[in-house]
């Protein structure tokens, strides 16, 4: 047992959960801790080993590593780690290493049992197979404001630091604002102030904040972006960021606040997927993305921020299934490439997504080591599809032996696409136009096809202009007058297909711009903004497609999250008599625009605009 609390008490006064206790339970929960420090390089935990107990950082760094040695995450101090093992079978999940000078405080297993069942906000703070706590923001995209939890709580200059202490005990927090007149901000002072500044060198009782607290700090407006906390927090190494508004103290934002909001967060989601040893714990990750959705459509984001941070989970899903079968079959027997194409391609993936894939091997591959591949590739699929990626209903994926092959047979595949002009061509062309490399162990076995594809593909005129006619086949659903064109009969009578008849027109016409261009980027936006800038399309025509786009993109997106809300899947079928007439009316001329720039382009690329 610890016989001087002051310092641990003053460290978890700011650590959450431990900061919501009641003083006399903090008090002992500090006195359970255990003080451990490590060198750089040293192990403290290795996988699969009993764990002595909860792990958290007071100083330094660890990394964190799976059990095939792949890099989970680097923590820093206040993060807290091991309790994964903890709360499933008192074995590690993961190997922790010290990658610098550390200084750890560690709760006994069995003091970590106690509090998980007697304080259940405790218990659910760490318990990550939850759905997590209903958010309504992201922290990385949300603006500063946001995240102000509650009035600022400050004192004057020169209050004595014996009044701040009992401010802060009292308002349970662990930081005061100190302000002159007008709530202007002249500094700001800490439980670490109050330990570090004043008992540690003996200062009196009635001795000033002005003394001891930090001024003039860095500050954020409150219409800065979570982003921009996170990253002045770690390059000042600081835990508390007051918030000023034309010099004004507003409020404090504290590593306390950001833990808070990220109960569900991409980056979260992704941690726990690359922390993942079997895919049903990848399954009850992928199970909050709809949740994730909603949180990220109801903070205002931009669509291409949504469909990229839900794309990215799919990532590394993808690249989780490739160590496990890694891991299972061993070694891959030549360089292989995964490739995602469709809506994963393209970084567009919303909160329902099938999954396109296939395979690209070294022209050294055997027949013989063709069974390994084939395997991996089933292994992959088969996780995909339990983790809510379903299976391609036109079976393009890396389990179909035809998109499993060698670089010179996808090269012979290209050229007859490009060749030919038949429908199949064209419909393949176009799904393989927007492949994008997601793991393995080749990426070069793609990079330099791709370019000598798009170079092939645009200097032929007769395929190009067949790719055009066929990216024209799905057309906004515009009616008469100013009505929509819904679907007639079925389970989405009088609805609008928001995905076919929507972003697909847009998805279609942004990828003829790349192949004329010859662009190598998959994304539908940044296909469109990069076609301006080569001077394929207009910068007229750029500005009212994107804007289309963007409108089209995030009615979807919002109906989506609206179906989760209401307690349904979501789907891409919206009903405009759910929309308000202001709605109606600009989503129409979004469509407008649409076919205006599909009939451009069939009269001729290069007049677009």
């Not at 798009?454 to 395929?463: C, E, G, P, V």
């Amino acid at each position: 047992m610890n016989v001087d609390l002051t310092p641990i008490l003053a460290f978890l006064e700011g650590v959450h959960p431990y900061d919501n206790l009641p003083r006399n339970e903090l008090e002992r929960v500090a006195s359970s801790f255990r003080r451990m420090e490590y060198a750089e390089g040293d192990v403290i935990y290795s996988y699969h080993a009993p764990l002595e107990g909860l792990y958290l950082i007071k100083r330094g760094a660890v990394e964190v590593t799976d059990q095939n040695g792949a890099l989970v995450s680097i923590l820093g101090p206040r993060n807290s780690f091991g309790e994964r093992g903890l709360m499933r079978d008192g074995l590690a999940a993961t190997t922790a290493k010290a990658s610098a000078q550390t200084v750890l405080l560690m709760l006994p297993a069995q003091d970590f049992r106690a509090l998980s069942e007697d304080t259940p906000a405790f218990a659910r703070f760490f318990n990550r197979s939850r759905g997590g706590e209903t958010r309504t923001h992201s922290i990385a995209t949300l603006k500063v404001a946001d995240l102000l939890a509650r009035d600022p709580i400050a004192c004057a200059p020169e209050t004595t630091v014996t009044k701040a202490a009992q401010m802060m005990r009292d308002q349970h927090v662990s930081s005061l604002g100190v302000t002159g007149p007008e709530g202007a901000l002249k500094g700001i002072i800490t439980v670490r102030d109050l330990s570090n500044k004043v008992l540690a060198e003996g200062r009196a009782p009635d001795t000033p904040v002005s003394a001891v607290m930090t001024p003039d700090p860095v500050t954020l407006t409150p219409e800065g972006l979570g982003t921009d906390l996170l990253h002045i927090m770690l390059e000042h190494r600081v835990g508390h960021l007051p918030i000023t508004d034309h010099g004004r103290f507003v409020g404090m934002v504290t590593q306390t606040d950001l833990t808070r909001f990220q109960a569900v967060s991409s980056a979260v989601l992704i941690r726990d997927v690359a922390a993942a040893s079997n895919v049903a714990e990848m399954a009850l990750v992928t199970a909050q993305i709809p949740q994730l959705l909603v949180q990220l459509v109801g903070g205002h984001n931009a669509h291409e921020v949504v469909t990229r941070l839900i794309t990215d989970i799919a990532d590394a899903v993808t690249r989780r299934l490739l160590a496990l079968a890694e891991a299972e079959l061993g070694a891959p027997p030549v360089p292989y490439l995964w490739l995602a194409c469709g809506s994963q391609g393209r970084q567009e993936q919303t909160g329902v997504s099938d999954q396109d894939n296939c395979l690209f091997l070294d022209d050294a591959v055997t027949e013989a080591d063709m069974v390994y591949f084939r395997a991996l590739a089933k292994i992959v699929s088969d996780g995909l599809d339990a983790c809510g990626y379903v299976y391609c209903p036109g079976d393009m994926m890396a389990t179909n032996p035809r998109w499993c092959q060698p670089v010179r047979v996808w090269r012979s595949y290209f050229d007859g696409w490009i060749s030919k002009a038949n429908p199949e061509a064209q419909m393949l062309a176009s799904v393989m136009f927007d492949l994008r490399a997601i793991g393995g162990n080749g990426a070069s076995l793609f990079t330099e096809l791709q370019a000598e594809t798009l170079t092939r593909a645009s200097k032929n005129s007769i395929f190009v202009a067949h790719m055009i006619a066929n990216s024209l086949k799905h057309a906004p659903p515009l009616g008469l007058l100013r009505g929509f064109a819904t679907i007639r009969s079925g389970e989405y009578r009088n609805h609008i297909d928001m995905k076919h008849n929507g972003v697909v027109p847009v998805t279609d016409l942004a990828r003829i711009y790349a192949l004329q261009a010859r662009l190598s980027v998959v994304n539908t936006r940044a296909r469109l903004a990069e076609a301006e800038a080569a001077g394929v399309l207009s910068h007229s025509g750029a500005r009212d497609l994107i804007e289309a786009y963007d409108l089209i993109a995030s009615m979807r997106l919002e109906n989506q999250a609206h179906l989760v809300r209401s307690g349904r899947k979501p789907d891409n079928y919206l009903a405009p008599s759910d929309l308000s007439d202001f709605e109606r009316s600009h989503l129409r001329d979004a469509f407008v625009v649409v076919r205006t720039m599909q009939s451009a382009a069939g009269h001729g690329l290069g007049a677009v605009g």
